[in-house]
């Protein structure tokens, strides 16, 4: 059941239309702008690392026979006020104007260690235990200078903050092999993909699928009111004088408020562009890390981009999206960083939404929610909630070793 009038809830993509009308209530977008059916611009737009868990799970179900995806075009860091490519691999490290000509080869071999590393076979451990040691102290090891800290830690281990540092190193290795190997997978500028038609395709995908597994869908439902027997124990839902019987309830925090906490919030700008991010080689769709300590804030900015080519947009228009965890109540100042990166642009909207977590106990109530989007323009954080969730209600953990060549991005 969902209130809305169109599938996918916060993380949908609205044509041009319903962007005006969500940001500028009765106003019409300008003609200038092009056919608001060539419009899908997402809500809470985010990339999927090629190799990554939400990959291994659309295989899993068969979802990817209702999606086509395409590489994004460029990976890229802010590092002490300009733009940078992100160096992946040894290879990469070498020729990175990141770092000067000595750190590149402490960088190289960290890379290399990190590209042998296999958590079964100790030879490749050099004698350290990752589940003991910490990253701060691996990473001192290759004694690597702050600056190449930073744009392992945010743009390759894709960290949102820097407590990694002082946690084992396993889980930064980890990531960061994940990142290589998604890299390797497309031979793109970048280790992420894309849906074409934007994100919006993801949750329309999931409902084909229900479809045929005989799940109801039922849209424009309002007031959904979760109904409990004597036991506190969920037994149904009623929207407008009709209650559907159930077991278990899943749903996101919009719809159980008494149910949640708020944890923080979101700021974010959504910018409408006839040109590619400067400095970003002309990619149709980048993703841009701006670590914290580059900003002097205590969370990363991410600037996310994408255009036709995904056909997200009308030719020669692009979409860039700036998103941070708001730490002021001014959306406007606190993103400029992230916006100066963009150039002129055609119009530009700007948004703040609280984030929630779940306080309840899905044990006692039978009620399974989600925590909201948070501010990264990535999938991973959002995947390991829902995986928790599955397992939460189900019983069982979820068998991800999947062929991923199942989902294969298409080709120009």
């Known amino acids: 059941m969902d209130r809305n009038d169109y599938y996918g809830g916060e993380s949908t993509s609205l044509n041009l239309i319903q962007l005006w009308k969500k940001f500028r209530g009765n106003d019409k ?27 291994r ?10 999606l086509y995806f395409k590489a994004v075009d460029g990976s890229y860091v802010f590092n002490k006020g300009k733009v940078h490519k992100v160096p992946a691999t040894d290879m990469e490290a070498l020729k990175s104007p990141l770092m000067g000509i000595f750190e ?38 290759y004694g690597l200078d702050d600056n190449t800290v930073d744009f392992i830690g945010h743009a390759l281990a894709l960290h949102r903050d820097d407590r990694y540092l002082d946690e084992p190193a396993l889980d930064t290795v980890k990531r960061m092999k994940l990142y290589a190997e998604s890299l390797a997978r497309f031979q793109g500028g970048s280790p992420y993909i894309y849906p074409l038609y934007g994100l919006g395709e993801l949750p329309q995908a999931f409902a084909r699928l229900s479809a045929v597994y005989g799940g109801t869908y039922m849209l424009n439902k309002p007031e959904c009111k979760v109904e409990y027997d004597d036991e506190g124990k969920v037994c149904g ?47 149709h769709s980048v993703q841009i890390i701006l670590p914290q300590k580059q900003l002097g804030r205590k969370s990363d900015m991410y600037v996310f981009c994408c255009s036709y080519s995904h056909n997200v947009a009308p030719k020669g228009k692009f979409i860039a999206f700036v998103s941070t965890e708001a730490e002021t109540d001014h959306p406007e100042s606190e993103l400029k960083p992230g916006i100066d990166l963009l150039g002129p642009v055609d119009e530009i909207f700007f948004d703040i939404y609280d984030r929630y977590e779940p ?24 995947v390991s909630d829902v995986l928790n969730m599955y397992t939460m209600i189900t019983g069982k953990v979820l068998d991800l070793s999947v062929d991923l060549s199942a989902a294969s991005a298409a080709e120009e």
């Not at 977008?29 to 999927?48: C, E, I, Q």
């Not at 659309?58 to 990817?64: A, K, Q």
């Not at 323009?377 to 959002?382: G, L, P, Q, R």
């Open 359 to 382: 306080v309840n106990e899905p044990s006692l109530d039978n009620c399974f929610i989600s925590t909201s989007y948070d501010a990264t323009t990535h999938f991973e954080s959002t």
């Open 29 to 55: 977008p300008p003609a200038h702008l092009g056919s608001s059916r060539d419009y899908n611009v997402d809500m809470v737009p985010k990339f999927m690392m090629a190799n990554g868990t939400l990959v």
């Open 104 to 141: 590149k080869r402490r960088a190289r071999k960290f890379f290399i260690y990190v590209q042998d590393y296999d958590e079964k076979d100790p030879k490749t451990h050099e004698g350290m235990d990752l589940t003991r040691v910490s990253t701060r102290a691996l990473i001192a090891k």
């Open 237 to 283: 839902v009623t929207s407008e004088g009709e209650t559907a019987r159930c077991k278990k309830v899943v749903c996101d925090p919009s719809y159980l408020p008494n149910k949640v906490r708020k944890i923080g919030k979101v700021a974010r700008a959504i910018a409408i562009m006839s040109h590619p991010i400067p400095n970003t080689n002309d990619s």
């Open 57 to 66: 799970v659309l295989i899993h179900t068969d979802v990817t026979k209702y």
